[in-house]
């Protein structure tokens, strides 16, 4: 069953990770539209591998995402600094989490200067020197304007950048006027074309949803421990609940992306040490609309809306859209559910979690009020102590990856003084 097609996965990806910093995608992209017009003018590409290509340069800077973004608004500057970093924690986030894994030594490879990376036993590695290339180009021609020179990088060749690879670039720039192509945004247009190329297994479409849904983590790392607590309660549910293979799929892709939108949310918010006040929950409720305008055109219908209701009540009492029983099927009752007991099994930066009495007799409380659909509550309230293993369980595992990765990001960070 396809729920989203290759090329939307790819502009949720996009999108998604625009919402916490546009420029740096808008670059990503840039570079991305250069670095296909080198590979297409060089020839050798199907058009399947030049879209999986562009996929990977627009997001050659996923590890960037994790640095201050004061640094990020000076582009030059950024490009100035040790990025070794943030080259390492893409390289290691597209290895372990994408299913890019065979050019994932891009990512690491990409500012490496061209006479140590010509050394490298690396099928792709002047895929890395072309983004090298491409890279300085955009940040150069962004900064500079009309005083922009393509040529001001040729004394570099052979040294810090593939001479080969400057020599496509002007060869490129010249025939397809693609700095014009940038300055108007018509180069859009073309990446557009190749993404409709894309095609990926369902398998692979699971992985990158699952690769998006820890980008949430750049924000702030709690956004991901609660969706992966989220997505694990809904399974358990969903199983003792007899739901049909393809709602368990349904469940699954809703639960994975319900909280897309808390990218939007400031982390001084959802870190906050304290009850939020009507302002700051005002704030927080934006997340729902911003993950329906994420999804929109992009997911199949019947899964989106599992998504978005996840913060409505059988009695009409939710958000956004005051929706009743009538209105709401059972995967959306079970995801309101599992969500509301994710927020009180996981700690709060205000408090700890939860003890299950407390959990219980709120539960209880919201399914007398018709809040909550009784069954599912029984459900979980029955196998309370089974349920809650399964996910700490399922969860520990699920982190494993990620906590490994943010360590080693820690690490490199410390000691490159990132």
């Given at each position: 069953?396809?729920?989203?097609?290759?090329?939307?996965i790819?502009?949720?990806?996009?999108?998604?990770?625009?919402?916490?910093?546009?420029?740096?995608?808008?670059?990503?992209?840039?570079?991305?539209?250069?670095?296909?017009?080198?590979?297409?003018?060089?020839?050798?590409?199907?058009?399947f591998?030049?879209?999986?290509?562009?996929m990977?340069?627009t997001?050659?800077?996923?590890?960037?995402?994790?640095?201050?973004?004061?640094?990020?608004?000076?582009?030059?500057?950024?490009?100035?600094?040790?990025?070794?970093?943030?080259?390492?924690?893409?390289?290691?986030?597209?290895?372990?989490?994408?299913?890019?894994?065979?050019?994932?030594?891009?990512?690491?490879?990409?500012?490496?200067?061209?006479?140590?990376?010509?050394?490298?036993?690396?099928?792709?590695?002047?895929?890395?020197?072309?983004?090298?290339?491409?890279?300085?180009?955009?940040?150069?021609?962004?900064?500079?304007?009309?005083?922009?020179?393509?040529?001001?990088?040729?004394?570099?060749?052979?040294?810090?950048?593939?001479?080969?690879?400057?020599?496509?670039?002007?060869?490129?720039?010249?025939?397809?006027?693609?700095?014009?192509?940038?300055k108007?945004?018509?180069?859009?247009?073309?990446?557009?074309y190749?993404?409709?190329?894309?095609l990926?297994?369902?398998?692979?479409?699971?992985?990158?949803?699952?690769?998006?849904m820890?980008?949430?983590?750049?924000?702030?790392?709690?956004?991901?421990?609660?969706?992966?607590?989220?997505?694990?309660?809904c399974?358990?549910?969903?199983?003792r609940?007899?739901?049909?293979?393809?709602?368990?799929?349904?469940?699954?892709?809703?639960?994975?992306?319900?909280d897309?939108?808390?990218?939007?949310?400031?982390?001084?918010?959802?870190?906050a040490?304290?009850?939020?006040?009507?302002?700051?929950?005002?704030?927080?409720?934006?997340?729902?609309?911003?993950?329906?305008?994420?999804?929109?055109?992009?997911?199949?219908?019947?899964?989106?809306?599992?998504?978005l209701?996840?913060?409505?009540?059988?009695?009409?009492?939710?958000y956004?859209?005051?929706?009743?029983?009538?209105?709401?099927?059972?995967?959306?009752?079970?995801?309101?559910?599992?969500d509301?007991?994710?927020?009180?099994?996981?700690?709060r930066?205000?408090?700890?979690p939860?003890?299950?009495?407390?959990?219980?007799?709120?539960?209880?409380e919201e399914?007398?009020?018709?809040?909550?659909?009784?069954?599912?509550?029984?459900?979980?309230?029955?196998?309370?102590?089974?349920?809650?293993?399964?996910?700490?369980?399922?969860?520990?595992?699920?982190?494993?990856m990620?906590?490994?990765?943010?360590?080693?990001?820690?690490?490199?960070?410390?000691?490159?003084?990132?």
């Amino acid at each position: 069953m396809e729920y989203i097609k290759s090329k939307d996965i790819f502009i949720l990806m996009r999108d998604t990770l625009k919402l916490i910093h546009p420029r740096l995608m808008d670059h990503g992209s840039k570079v991305a539209y250069m670095v296909y017009k080198m590979l297409e003018e060089k020839g050798g590409y199907e058009e399947f591998e030049l879209a999986d290509i562009v996929m990977l340069v627009t997001l050659h800077d996923i590890g960037a995402y994790k640095t201050e973004a004061g640094v990020l608004n000076d582009m030059l500057r950024y490009e100035s600094r040790d990025s070794r970093a943030h080259t390492i924690y893409g390289y290691l986030f597209f290895k372990y989490l994408s299913p890019l894994e065979e050019l994932s030594r891009v990512i690491m490879y990409h500012h490496t200067d061209y006479e140590q990376l010509k050394n490298v036993d690396y099928e792709y590695k002047d895929l890395a020197a072309y983004i090298s290339i491409a890279e300085k180009m955009d940040i150069y021609f962004s900064a500079m304007g009309s005083q922009f020179n393509m040529q001001m990088f040729h004394k570099q060749a052979g040294s810090k950048l593939s001479e080969e690879g400057l020599n496509l670039f002007y060869l490129v720039a010249k025939k397809y006027d693609i700095f014009t192509q940038i300055k108007t945004g018509e180069y859009k247009k073309e990446l557009d074309y190749i993404i409709d190329f894309m095609l990926f297994s369902n398998e692979d479409k699971k992985k990158l949803l699952e690769m998006l849904m820890y980008c949430t983590g750049f924000r702030s790392e709690s956004c991901v421990v609660d969706t992966i607590t989220t997505v694990s309660i809904c399974d358990e549910l969903a199983k003792r609940l007899r739901l049909t293979e393809e709602e368990k799929e349904r469940l699954y892709y809703g639960a994975l992306l319900h909280d897309l939108g808390m990218l939007v949310v400031p982390s001084e918010i959802i870190d906050a040490p304290r009850q939020l006040n009507s302002e700051e929950i005002k704030t927080v409720r934006k997340h729902v609309y911003m993950t329906e305008r994420l999804l929109n055109d992009l997911l199949r219908d019947d899964v989106k809306s599992i998504a978005l209701a996840h913060h409505e009540r059988i009695d009409g009492s939710g958000y956004p859209k005051k929706l009743k029983g009538i209105n709401l099927n059972l995967e959306q009752r079970v995801l309101q559910v599992a969500d509301t007991v994710t927020g009180m099994i996981n700690q709060r930066s205000y408090r700890e979690p939860l003890h299950k009495d407390q959990i219980i007799s709120i539960l209880n409380e919201e399914a007398l009020k018709n809040r909550f659909d009784k069954s599912v509550v029984s459900t979980f309230i029955n196998y309370y102590d089974d349920i809650i293993q399964s996910v700490q369980t399922g969860s520990t595992e699920i982190m494993k990856m990620y906590q490994t990765l943010n360590s080693q990001y820690n690490l490199v960070s410390k000691r490159f003084k990132i």
